[in-house]
């Protein structure tokens, strides 16, 4: 599939994204986050920073390959305590269900259990290559790929606590990635 098609795609779906501030998470090709972030100068201008360039410090450091990234989900939240309290009680959600790397473990304050506003979700690759990029013969080596990345990151240009977290991540994603590799 040529790849200017997908990037159009792409940059019509994050133009749904909400433009001003709040929460949001990068999803991989199955919809699971993988990494819930806040923006105070608009959800839409931020994901885009992180889908569409190294302009970004988790893109820059190998935190996320951004390859992998299917989905986007999005919560306008106006104000910093609501936006900080809201990213603080979905990194905990999220994390609980499957490790997320990001830099900071953040803490959740709990006031938003009962009231969490309903997220914008947008896929941001077309479907058919959402398809073949979940085939596991593709999946596999690009993610050992990344994951020897961002070991040569951590080894050669930055050894940080956050980064060996995402190692740790990376690497129990890796070992599902080679269960379905391997049945395949």
Known sequence: MPELPAQRY???????????TGVYALCDLDNVPIYVGQ???GIRARVRRHLTS???DVIANR???VWEIGYVRAWSVVGQPAINSLEGYLYSKF??????VNGDVLKSMG???DKVPDPVQ???IPEELLVARRDPTLRFPRQIQHFNQLV???LNTQDKPHLRRALSVYFARLSRYYEQFIQE
């Open 10 to 20: 792409k940059e019509e779906q994050l133009r749904t994204l909400p433009a001003g």
């Open 39 to 41: 923006s105070v100068d």
């Open 54 to 56: 190294a302009r970004s």
């Open 63 to 65: 935190q996320i390959d």
């Open 95 to 100: 994390d609980a269900q499957s490790p997320l």
């Open 111 to 113: 006031e938003y259990a």
């Open 122 to 124: 947008v896929q941001v």
């Open 152 to 154: 040569d990151y951590v």
